[in-house]
């Protein structure tokens, strides 16, 4: 089975400081995702990556960066965070299936709240 | 840009019902569509992925068909339990990313 793990389940940080979130997949995808959820918004891409070093940004890219130093981790950067960056982070990885059958898997969420 | 919604909003039925779910996306250009479940506070589980050249795909109790051209997808669960309760989301693909409705909110009620 493939598994997507995200660092922590649960955060609270305080305006201002860096924040790390941090996605580890353990099936060599070369493609991962990092989302946001928020009620009434659903799902919104921030960014993604498609192999290691590369980078794209998503729909929301504003107030966040990210980092792909190795193909099995992918981390999501809020460099000072604010209130408005209190939500739901998912981390989903990509495997290209067989005859280019594309399936994401999701790690469990981050949920982050900014005071 | 691909706009994905998903009616209605929440659902409770009583157990044992059969119910359906419905999901739409503007663009009929992509390459497959996915529906997945959210439990409360928890991350997405995959159901079942439709590639674009097929109409139905099956797993268990679970059905979802695709009809491209009308931009239309559904997902069938036949004689629903309290177990099924969660959200349900479509997402379709069109390239590298995937765009995501807002999820249908399903209570089955004992």
């Known amino acids: 089975d493939v598994k997507v793990t995200q660092s922590s389940r649960y955060l609270v940080k305080r305006t201002g400081e860096k924040v790390f979130l941090e996605c580890v997949q353990d099936?060599?995808?070369?493609?991962m995702f990092w989302y946001r959820q928020d009620p009434g918004l659903g799902l919104r891409l921030i960014y993604f990556s498609y192999d290691v070093k590369m980078k794209e940004k998503g729909d929301i890219p504003e107030g966040y960066s990210v980092s792909r130093e190795k193909k099995e981790r992918f981390s999501l950067i809020l460099e000072s965070a604010s209130t408005n960056q209190t939500s739901m982070y998912l981390c989903?990885?990509?495997?290209?299936?067989?005859?280019?059958?594309?399936?994401?898997?999701f790690g469990p969420g981050t949920r982050l709240l900014v005071l | 840009k691909q706009e994905v919604t998903q009616i209605p909003a929440a659902l409770s039925v009583p157990e044992g019902e059969n119910l359906v779910l419905n999901c739409s996306f503007t663009?009929?250009?992509?390459?497959?569509l996915q529906w997945f479940r959210q439990d409360p506070g928890k991350g997405l589980t995959s159901l079942l992925l439709?590639?674009?050249?097929?109409r139905e795909q099956t797993s268990g109790r679970l059905n979802a068909s695709l009809d491209k051209s009308s931009g239309r997808s559904t997902l069938y669960i036949a004689a629903s339990q309290p177990g099924d309760s969660a959200t349900y989301l479509c997402?379709?693909?069109?390239?590298?990313?995937?765009?995501f409705g807002p999820g249908t909110r399903l209570s089955v009620l004992p």
């Open positions: 099936m060599d995808h070369e493609n």
């Open positions: 989903a990885s990509r495997d290209p299936g067989l005859a280019g059958v594309e399936t994401q898997y």
């Open positions: 997402a379709v693909s069109a390239g590298q990313n995937f765009v």
């Open positions: 439709i590639q674009s050249s097929q």
């Open positions: 663009d009929s250009a992509i390459y497959n």
